[in-house]
């Protein structure tokens, strides 16, 4: 059973950074794809950033050049470093384990509880 904990959401004024953290146990964390999705109230989950077991990564058209995925195998954990927030970032963020392969993400059924961010204008 896989288990992820996310951390590092809150309260940020629009221009401002934060950075999310997600750690994985249970599976093998460096032979598996993460990613980062969020959800707005009222909307469907989207995704925002993928990251393979190898380090390729791929983005949401509206976070490119300003939110940066990342991995550390050792610590069993993926980052997001959010970074020029704006008030349409505001959601819960949750990561998710799956797989990557030709340049498509495939999630799982394994979710995190979720963290809250919020950007006020």
């Known amino acids: 059973q896989v288990q992820l904990v996310e951390s590092g959401g809150g309260l940020v004024q629009a221009g401002g950074s934060l950075r999310l953290s997600c750690a994985a146990s249970?599976?093998?964390?460096?032979?598996?794809?993460m990613a980062w999705y969020r959800q707005a109230p009222g909307d469907q989950r989207e995704l925002v950033a993928a990251?393979?077991?190898?380090?390729?990564?791929k983005y949401e058209d509206s976070v490119k050049g300003r939110f940066t995925i990342s991995r550390d195998n050792a610590k069993n954990t993926v980052y997001l470093q959010m970074n020029s927030l704006k008030p349409e970032d505001t959601a819960v963020y949750y990561c998710?384990?799956?797989?990557?392969?030709?340049?498509?993400?495939?999630?799982?059924?394994?979710w995190g509880q979720g963290t809250q961010v919020t950007v006020s204008s």
């Open positions: 998710n384990v799956g797989t990557y392969y030709g340049g498509t993400y495939y999630q799982t059924r394994f």
């Open positions: 249970g599976s093998t964390f460096s032979g598996n794809a």
């Open positions: 990251i393979s077991n190898g380090g390729s990564t």
